[in-house]
């Protein structure tokens, strides 16, 4: 802890970290046109339109990164409230340069052993109602907004909560009645965690203890992936993803 900084808040608000979530969660939006992460993204918006039967005016993205998921909700739900919530400047930054313009936004990528920089050129787009702000879900509660949402998602980022269930509680009684919420997340990051942090030690628990929360119902919940960023001979990272779909009764 750094004059109220942990080290999280270092690695998210560093600009290689910002580049490295915008090249995996818009790949497939890019002059590349594919992600190895692609799943996990596209799976959460699925599970919402197959689930979201009403009218949609209020969205809340809790940790957006660059924001993949509003990026695509906002195509189907065109005259919904979107509001952002990240710890991270940087990604709240990016996450405006790709929803409130239309035209291009490049960002630089190094693999590693690689001798030249490729740029990444993501196709950007105009979301006509957004709102972002640098926000520590730690702080989440119900007086947070004035309203309730529709749709609230969280894609990995309660793990990094200091009480992941006690958000998570939180983001149940944000939603309004019949509102969907989706969780997606790693639970491999557990070592060296303080009792809280570590609630969800394995996905048995992750879907037992958020279950188990009054006043919602379980859609659909099932774990996959893997989970897989980046493949060469210097870096492996594999992790399984978990998610659940939960309505407000």
């Not at 919904?80 to 996450?95: G, K, R, T, W």
């Amino acid at each position: 802890d750094v004059h109220g900084y942990v080290k999280r808040d270092f690695k998210y608000n560093d600009f290689i970290e910002a580049y490295r979530l915008i090249k995996y969660q818009y790949s497939k939006y890019s002059n590349r046109n594919y992600s190895l992460v692609e799943g996990v993204y596209s799976s959460i918006v699925l599970e919402i339109l197959k689930n979201q039967l009403t009218e949609v005016c209020h969205v809340l993205d809790c940790g957006c990164g660059p924001s993949r998921l509003t990026y695509e909700l906002s195509t189907f739900y065109k005259n919904a409230d979107f509001v952002l919530l990240d710890f991270s400047y940087l990604n709240l930054f990016f996450a405006n340069k790709l929803l409130k313009r239309e035209g291009f936004l490049s960002i630089p990528s190094k693999s590693f052993g690689a001798t030249d920089v490729e740029h990444i050129k993501i196709a950007s787009k105009y979301v006509n109602k957004l709102s972002s702000y640098i926000f520590n879900l730690d702080n989440l509660s119900t007086d947070t907004f004035d309203y309730k949402f529709d749709i609230i998602t969280a894609s990995h980022s309660i793990n990094l909560l200091s009480d992941p269930l006690k958000t998570i509680n939180t983001m149940t009684n944000m939603l309004k009645k019949g509102g969907i919420m989706v969780i997606s997340d790693l639970l491999g990051w557990k070592e060296n965690r303080d009792v809280a942090r570590r609630v969800f030690y394995n996905r048995e628990s992750f879907f037992e203890k958020i279950s188990a929360i009054p006043g919602i119902s379980v859609l659909h919940k099932e774990s996959g992936g893997p989970y897989c960023e980046e493949v060469n001979a210097e870096r492996y990272d594999i992790y399984t993803n978990h998610f659940i779909v939960l309505r407000r009764d």
